[in-house]
Protein backbone atom coordinates (compact mmCIF):
# COMPACT_ATOMS: atom_id res chain seq x y z
CA UNK A 1 0.00 0.00 0.00
CA UNK A 2 2.70 2.73 -1.02
CA UNK A 3 0.80 4.21 -3.15
CA UNK A 4 -1.84 7.11 -2.74
CA UNK A 5 -5.34 5.54 -1.51
CA UNK A 6 -8.41 7.89 -2.41
CA UNK A 7 -10.92 7.02 0.42
CA UNK A 8 -14.62 6.76 0.12
CA UNK A 9 -16.20 10.10 1.12
CA UNK A 10 -19.42 8.72 2.94
CA UNK A 11 -19.34 8.09 6.56
CA UNK A 12 -21.97 6.65 8.41
CA UNK A 13 -24.27 8.75 10.38
CA UNK A 14 -25.25 5.02 12.37
CA UNK A 15 -22.11 2.97 13.54
CA UNK A 16 -22.26 -0.85 12.96
CA UNK A 17 -21.02 -1.72 16.60
CA UNK A 18 -18.39 -4.64 16.39
CA UNK A 19 -19.66 -6.29 19.06
CA UNK A 20 -16.53 -8.28 20.14
CA UNK A 21 -13.98 -5.58 20.19
CA UNK A 22 -16.83 -2.88 21.28
CA UNK A 23 -16.26 -1.04 18.51
CA UNK A 24 -18.32 1.52 16.30
CA UNK A 25 -17.28 1.31 12.55
CA UNK A 26 -18.45 4.60 10.23
CA UNK A 27 -16.60 3.72 7.19
CA UNK A 28 -15.53 1.06 4.62
CA UNK A 29 -11.97 1.76 5.70
CA UNK A 30 -12.85 1.10 9.25
CA UNK A 31 -14.27 -2.32 8.54
CA UNK A 32 -11.27 -3.15 6.50
CA UNK A 33 -9.00 -1.93 9.24
CA UNK A 34 -11.00 -4.05 11.39
CA UNK A 35 -11.14 -7.21 9.47
CA UNK A 36 -7.05 -6.94 8.76
CA UNK A 37 -6.19 -6.43 12.37
CA UNK A 38 -8.59 -8.77 13.62
CA UNK A 39 -8.44 -11.84 11.43
CA UNK A 40 -8.42 -14.06 14.32
CA UNK A 41 -11.68 -12.97 15.01
CA UNK A 42 -13.18 -13.37 11.95
CA UNK A 43 -16.26 -16.09 12.08
CA UNK A 44 -19.34 -16.66 11.00
CA UNK A 45 -21.01 -13.72 13.43
CA UNK A 46 -19.69 -11.24 10.28
CA UNK A 47 -21.39 -12.60 7.84
CA UNK A 48 -24.92 -11.22 8.50
CA UNK A 49 -27.29 -9.66 6.97
CA UNK A 50 -27.04 -6.35 9.24
CA UNK A 51 -23.65 -5.51 7.54
CA UNK A 52 -25.13 -5.93 4.25
CA UNK A 53 -27.86 -3.42 5.23
CA UNK A 54 -25.61 -1.04 6.90
CA UNK A 55 -23.42 -0.86 3.49
CA UNK A 56 -26.14 -0.38 1.59
CA UNK A 57 -28.27 2.71 3.88
CA UNK A 58 -25.29 4.32 5.55
CA UNK A 59 -22.53 3.99 2.85
CA UNK A 60 -24.58 4.12 -0.03
CA UNK A 61 -22.54 0.82 -1.05
CA UNK A 62 -25.41 -0.99 -2.65
CA UNK A 63 -23.53 -2.77 -4.92
CA UNK A 64 -21.10 -4.21 -2.79
CA UNK A 65 -24.17 -4.90 -0.19
CA UNK A 66 -26.27 -6.73 -3.23
CA UNK A 67 -22.89 -8.98 -4.09
CA UNK A 68 -22.60 -9.95 -0.22
CA UNK A 69 -25.71 -10.44 -0.38
CA UNK A 70 -25.88 -13.06 -3.08
CA UNK A 71 -22.71 -14.80 -1.90
CA UNK A 72 -24.41 -15.26 1.74
CA UNK A 73 -27.55 -16.72 -0.81
CA UNK A 74 -25.19 -19.43 -2.19
CA UNK A 75 -23.54 -20.67 1.08
CA UNK A 76 -20.52 -18.60 0.59
CA UNK A 77 -17.54 -18.61 2.58
CA UNK A 78 -16.69 -16.79 5.40
CA UNK A 79 -13.40 -15.86 3.44
CA UNK A 80 -14.79 -14.85 0.10
CA UNK A 81 -17.12 -12.88 2.90
CA UNK A 82 -14.26 -10.91 4.43
CA UNK A 83 -12.04 -10.82 0.92
CA UNK A 84 -14.96 -9.74 -1.51
CA UNK A 85 -14.89 -6.75 1.54
CA UNK A 86 -11.11 -5.65 0.85
CA UNK A 87 -11.24 -6.23 -2.37
CA UNK A 88 -14.19 -3.84 -3.10
CA UNK A 89 -12.57 -1.00 -0.96
CA UNK A 90 -9.58 -0.97 -3.06
CA UNK A 91 -7.14 -0.10 -0.14
CA UNK A 92 -5.16 -3.43 -0.46
CA UNK A 93 -2.82 -4.81 -3.90
CA UNK A 94 -3.57 -8.18 -5.37
CA UNK A 95 -0.03 -9.20 -3.37
CA UNK A 96 -1.88 -8.54 -0.02
CA UNK A 97 -5.40 -9.56 -0.89
CA UNK A 98 -3.80 -12.83 -1.40
CA UNK A 99 -1.54 -12.94 1.65
CA UNK A 100 -4.78 -11.79 3.66
CA UNK A 101 -6.55 -15.24 1.77
CA UNK A 102 -3.69 -17.37 2.79
CA UNK A 103 -3.92 -16.44 6.69
CA UNK A 104 -7.86 -16.79 6.77
CA UNK A 105 -7.42 -20.02 5.08
CA UNK A 106 -4.51 -20.47 7.58
CA UNK A 107 -6.91 -19.59 10.70
CA UNK A 108 -10.37 -21.48 9.09
CA UNK A 109 -9.69 -24.95 10.88
CA UNK A 110 -7.69 -23.75 14.20
CA UNK A 111 -8.78 -24.00 17.29
CA UNK A 112 -9.56 -21.25 20.15
CA UNK A 113 -6.06 -21.69 21.52
CA UNK A 114 -4.15 -21.70 18.57
CA UNK A 115 -5.89 -18.44 17.37
CA UNK A 116 -5.12 -17.30 20.83
CA UNK A 117 -1.69 -17.52 20.05
CA UNK A 118 -1.98 -16.38 16.64
CA UNK A 119 -3.11 -13.11 17.97
CA UNK A 120 -0.34 -12.73 20.57
CA UNK A 121 2.09 -13.40 18.23
CA UNK A 122 0.81 -10.76 16.29
CA UNK A 123 0.88 -8.10 19.55
CA UNK A 124 4.46 -9.35 19.72
CA UNK A 125 5.32 -8.75 16.24
CA UNK A 126 3.90 -5.34 16.31
CA UNK A 127 5.37 -4.31 18.86
CA UNK A 128 2.65 -4.42 22.13
CA UNK A 129 4.85 -6.23 23.62
CA UNK A 130 3.10 -6.67 27.63
CA UNK A 131 -0.55 -7.09 25.32
CA UNK A 132 1.34 -10.14 24.24
CA UNK A 133 2.68 -11.61 27.33
CA UNK A 134 -0.82 -11.30 28.91
CA UNK A 135 -2.20 -13.54 25.99
CA UNK A 136 0.45 -15.98 26.30
CA UNK A 137 0.09 -16.30 30.27
CA UNK A 138 -3.74 -16.64 29.52
CA UNK A 139 -2.93 -19.58 26.97
CA UNK A 140 -0.83 -21.31 29.87
CA UNK A 141 -2.48 -20.91 33.28
CA UNK A 142 -6.21 -21.61 31.30
CA UNK A 143 -7.56 -24.86 30.69
CA UNK A 144 -5.20 -27.21 28.54
CA UNK A 145 -6.55 -28.28 25.08
CA UNK A 146 -5.08 -32.38 24.84
CA UNK A 147 -5.92 -32.32 21.43
CA UNK A 148 -3.18 -29.91 20.31
CA UNK A 149 0.03 -30.90 19.08
CA UNK A 150 2.45 -31.98 21.77
CA UNK A 151 4.72 -29.42 21.01
CA UNK A 152 2.21 -26.01 21.36
CA UNK A 153 2.53 -25.14 24.98
CA UNK A 154 6.16 -25.53 24.21
CA UNK A 155 6.28 -23.27 21.26
CA UNK A 156 3.95 -20.66 23.74
CA UNK A 157 6.76 -20.58 26.62
CA UNK A 158 9.31 -20.33 23.97
CA UNK A 159 7.37 -16.74 22.41
CA UNK A 160 6.68 -15.46 26.09
CA UNK A 161 10.25 -15.82 26.26
CA UNK A 162 10.70 -14.04 23.09
CA UNK A 163 8.58 -11.05 24.45
CA UNK A 164 10.34 -11.03 28.34
CA UNK A 165 13.51 -10.99 26.23
CA UNK A 166 11.95 -7.65 24.20
CA UNK A 167 11.73 -5.81 27.98
CA UNK A 168 15.24 -7.01 29.04
CA UNK A 169 13.68 -9.38 31.68
CA UNK A 170 16.40 -12.31 30.71
CA UNK A 171 15.90 -14.38 33.81
CA UNK A 172 12.29 -14.46 33.21
CA UNK A 173 12.53 -15.13 29.60
CA UNK A 174 15.54 -18.21 30.08
CA UNK A 175 12.67 -19.98 32.98
CA UNK A 176 10.42 -19.59 29.77
CA UNK A 177 12.82 -21.10 27.58
CA UNK A 178 14.09 -23.77 29.74
CA UNK A 179 10.12 -25.04 29.95
CA UNK A 180 9.91 -24.57 26.03
CA UNK A 181 13.33 -26.68 25.63
CA UNK A 182 11.91 -29.84 27.63
CA UNK A 183 8.47 -30.23 25.95
CA UNK A 184 9.99 -29.11 22.43
CA UNK A 185 13.66 -30.59 22.81
CA UNK A 186 14.75 -28.20 20.14
CA UNK A 187 18.61 -26.55 19.95
CA UNK A 188 17.19 -22.95 19.41
CA UNK A 189 15.28 -23.14 22.39
CA UNK A 190 18.31 -24.13 24.45
CA UNK A 191 20.54 -21.53 22.67
CA UNK A 192 18.22 -18.81 23.53
CA UNK A 193 18.05 -20.04 27.52
CA UNK A 194 21.67 -20.04 27.57
CA UNK A 195 21.52 -16.53 26.18
CA UNK A 196 19.21 -15.10 28.42
CA UNK A 197 20.81 -16.68 31.18
CA UNK A 198 24.35 -15.20 30.37
CA UNK A 199 22.66 -11.88 30.34
CA UNK A 200 20.97 -11.95 33.91
CA UNK A 201 23.72 -14.09 35.57
CA UNK A 202 27.18 -13.33 37.03
CA UNK A 203 30.23 -14.91 35.47
CA UNK A 204 30.98 -17.39 37.95
CA UNK A 205 26.98 -18.67 37.74
CA UNK A 206 26.86 -19.10 34.37
CA UNK A 207 30.01 -21.29 34.31
CA UNK A 208 28.49 -22.95 37.24
CA UNK A 209 25.49 -23.26 35.04
CA UNK A 210 27.87 -24.92 31.95
CA UNK A 211 29.66 -27.16 34.09
CA UNK A 212 26.03 -29.02 34.59
CA UNK A 213 26.24 -30.52 31.37
CA UNK A 214 28.51 -31.26 28.43
CA UNK A 215 25.75 -30.11 26.06
CA UNK A 216 25.77 -26.61 27.08
CA UNK A 217 29.20 -26.35 27.04
CA UNK A 218 29.08 -27.40 23.07
CA UNK A 219 26.20 -25.01 22.98
CA UNK A 220 27.56 -22.33 24.83
CA UNK A 221 30.75 -22.43 22.02
CA UNK A 222 28.52 -21.21 19.04
CA UNK A 223 26.82 -19.18 21.04
CA UNK A 224 29.89 -17.37 21.38
CA UNK A 225 30.48 -17.30 17.79
CA UNK A 226 26.72 -16.14 17.23
CA UNK A 227 26.28 -12.89 20.46
CA UNK A 228 29.79 -11.60 20.87
CA UNK A 229 29.47 -8.30 19.23
CA UNK A 230 25.34 -8.04 19.34
CA UNK A 231 24.11 -5.25 20.97
CA UNK A 232 22.52 -5.03 23.94
CA UNK A 233 18.51 -3.48 22.23
CA UNK A 234 18.19 -6.33 19.91
CA UNK A 235 14.58 -7.46 18.66
CA UNK A 236 13.38 -10.72 19.62
CA UNK A 237 10.42 -11.88 17.92
CA UNK A 238 9.71 -15.57 17.01
CA UNK A 239 11.46 -18.08 19.59
CA UNK A 240 12.47 -20.34 16.29
CA UNK A 241 14.82 -17.81 15.01
CA UNK A 242 15.63 -15.59 17.96
CA UNK A 243 19.26 -16.04 17.28
CA UNK A 244 18.96 -14.65 13.55
CA UNK A 245 17.00 -11.94 14.92
CA UNK A 246 19.87 -10.68 16.88
CA UNK A 247 22.20 -11.23 14.32
CA UNK A 248 19.97 -8.84 12.03
CA UNK A 249 19.55 -6.16 14.37
CA UNK A 250 23.45 -5.96 14.59
CA UNK A 251 23.79 -5.58 11.24
CA UNK A 252 20.76 -3.14 10.58
CA UNK A 253 22.88 -0.81 13.28
CA UNK A 254 25.94 -1.33 12.02
CA UNK A 255 24.93 -0.32 8.56
CA UNK A 256 23.16 2.63 9.99
CA UNK A 257 20.15 1.61 8.98
CA UNK A 258 18.46 1.95 11.94
Avoid at 23 to 50: A, F, P, Q, S
Avoid at 52 to 70: F, G, M, V
Avoid at 97 to 109: G, P, Y
Avoid at 153 to 166: D, E, F, I, N, T
Wanted: glycine residues 4%; proline residues 1%; negative net charge.
Amino acid sequence: MSSLILCHKTKAKRPYDIAQIQRKIYTIEELCYYLCNHLYLVDYTIMNEKLCDWLEEELNLKPLADDLRYLFSQNGTIEQFVIMILAYSSIYTTGELSQIQDVLEQLKNQKPLEKQKYKADNLLTSGSVKSAILLYQGILQGERDESLDGKFYGKVYGCLGAAYGRLFLYQEAAKMYEAAFQICEEKSMLKAYLYACRRYMNSVEYHQLLTTSDVYMEIDEELSDDVQNIAEGVRILQYEDTLENWKNQYRRISTGEI
